[in-house]
């Protein structure tokens, strides 16, 4: 038997294995077509593969079509690969182009600080432009202490990967000096083992111009705001002094005429008619009005200027509540107005200065009275807690707007829409002297329903004996 025919060889190298698949096909047809070939020009010879030749052939088709599956993974791995590179092609040139057209200015230095890369707002941050931005030290633009504390944040930002913040002033070229805030962080660099150091820098120059400009406005007003505190202090002070000496020699004369009226009421002088009568009780009458205004006008001095001396003492709460709505009663009855008193339960005994207390609750009633309908009425209540003593006097008067609750406290404030005569001072001088009694005046009021102001003032220790009834 013959020997069996070599199969022709190629010296083919390592790489061979990446050209197509094709290639290693044509080798195994061309080997069979040998083998054929040499079988017809030996026709009385029987000429067949070998065992091993056929078990290589055979091996080399199942290789063939294990490199066929090979190539066909190889190709879409090959393209899904294409697809990646794409991909990340067209995120870098988004991420370029964001980078280019940040508003904010973005560096990017190696990890000594020296500029690799920046966008335009850097540039025209620095007054630099950007291709010749590179390989420059960021540190150049900085001066003195800026240049030490920048260093000092390249340091540390290679040492950590936390972000370091600093503030400090760079001199961009041909400009001014620009105060900003830098933020840096070191990333990997990806071409080599080093690193690089991504630098956000912020212009707060304006900002910081405007915050001095607020400032220096701010330290302007507060002086032209003493200023004018002082003015006011000042005619504050003489307008009290004036009220002082005003109130004083008003007093002075309305009490001669008073006097007077009084002495030709009682007929000290000789008799009256009857019209010299009527004459004389309209006398008494502005003469109490007056009296009244000028009284609050010098108790306001008194308050203002702190010479009112009080003399606490204990009082009896429904014996002052009583006098003081018999002091009240004339004017009561002149406009028809009931004023009913609810007596306390048991004796309430208050510490506070009784003249004091007594012109508090005077103006309380007369503003009730005052300010009610003919034929109506005005309540009085008193009562006590462990500590306090309350008076509350309630009237079916107009009511008081939410809003002017607070403002009717304020001296010469009165309502506009009052048409009631008075200085404006009651309310004022009332809370003014309860609080100085350790006490307060509050009020509640519902429009067209009428308004409850209320005393509170200190409880004294009921002493029983002295004082049996409340």
């Known amino acids: 038997m013959s020997q069996s025919p070599k199969l022709p060889r190629r010296n083919t190298p390592r790489s061979t294995w990446a050209l197509p698949l094709a290639y290693w096909q044509d080798d195994i047809a061309r080997a069979r077509e040998h083998s054929v070939a040499i079988a017809e020009r030996h026709p009385s010879e029987e000429l067949s593969l070998d065992g091993d030749a056929e078990r290589a052939l055979d091996e080399l088709a199942r290789a063939y079509e294990q490199l066929q599956v090979a190539e066909t993974e190889l190709r879409a791995q090959n393209d899904e690969l294409h697809d990646a590179r794409s991909l990340i092609e067209r995120e870098r040139g988004r991420y370029a182009e964001l980078f280019r057209r940040a508003p904010a200015a973005f560096i990017v230095t190696d990890g000594y600080g020296h500029i690799l890369q920046s966008n335009a707002a850097a540039a025209t941050l620095l007054g630099c432009r950007a291709d010749r931005l590179i390989r420059k030290p960021l540190a150049v633009f900085a ?122 009421e009682t007929g000290v002088r000789g008799a009256l008619s009857d019209a010299q009568e009527q004459d004389v009780r309209r006398i008494r009458r502005a003469y109490r009005h007056l009296a009244a205004l000028v009284d609050d006008l010098l108790s306001y001095s008194r308050l203002t200027r702190g010479t009112l001396d009080l003399m606490t003492t204990e009082i009896v709460a429904g014996e002052l509540v009583r006098a003081a709505a018999e002091l009240v009663g004339p004017q009561a009855r002149e406009h028809q107005i009931a004023v009913c008193i609810t007596p306390p339960r048991e004796a309430i005994i208050m510490s506070a200065d009784a003249e004091r207390v007594r ?31 309350f008076v509350a006097v309630r009237d079916t008067g107009p009511g008081i707007p939410e809003e002017k609750l607070e403002e009717i406290f304020q001296p010469f404030v009165r309502l506009r829409s009052s048409a009631t005569p008075g200085t404006g001072l009651g309310l004022a001088i009332s ?24 005393l509170r003032l200190p409880r004294a220790m009921p002493n029983a004996a002295a004082h049996p009834h409340g």
């Not at 609750?361 to 009610?372: D, G, P, Q, W």
């Not at 809370?431 to 209320?454: H, P």
């Open 143 to 264: 001066r003195d202490a800026s240049r030490r504390r920048l260093r000092a944040a390249v340091d540390a930002a290679r040492a950590s990967e936390e972000r370091v913040n600093l503030r400090i002033d760079l001199v961009p070229r041909h400009a001014k000096r620009i105060h900003v805030e830098i933020s840096v962080v070191a990333v990997p660099n990806l071409d080599d083992d080093g690193q690089e150091l991504l630098w956000l820098v912020v212009d707060e120059t304006k900002q910081l111009r405007r915050e001095v400009r607020r400032r220096r406005n701010a330290e302007r007003l507060e002086e032209a705001i003493a200023e004018r505190t002082a003015e006011l202090q000042q005619a504050q002070q003489i307008k009290d002094q004036l009220i002082a000496t005003v109130s004083h020699e008003f007093r002075t004369v309305l009490s001669a005429i008073g006097g007077y009226a009084e002495l030709l």
């Open 431 to 454: 809370r003014d002297l309860a609080r100085a009694m350790q006490g307060d005046v509050t009020v509640t009021s519902e429009i067209g329903i009428g308004s409850r102001f209320v």
């Open 359 to 389: 012109q508090i609750v005077v103006n309380l009633i007369a503003n009730a009275v005052k300010f009610s309908s003919a034929t109506a009425s005005v309540w009085i209540d008193c009562w006590a807690t462990a500590t306090d003593v």
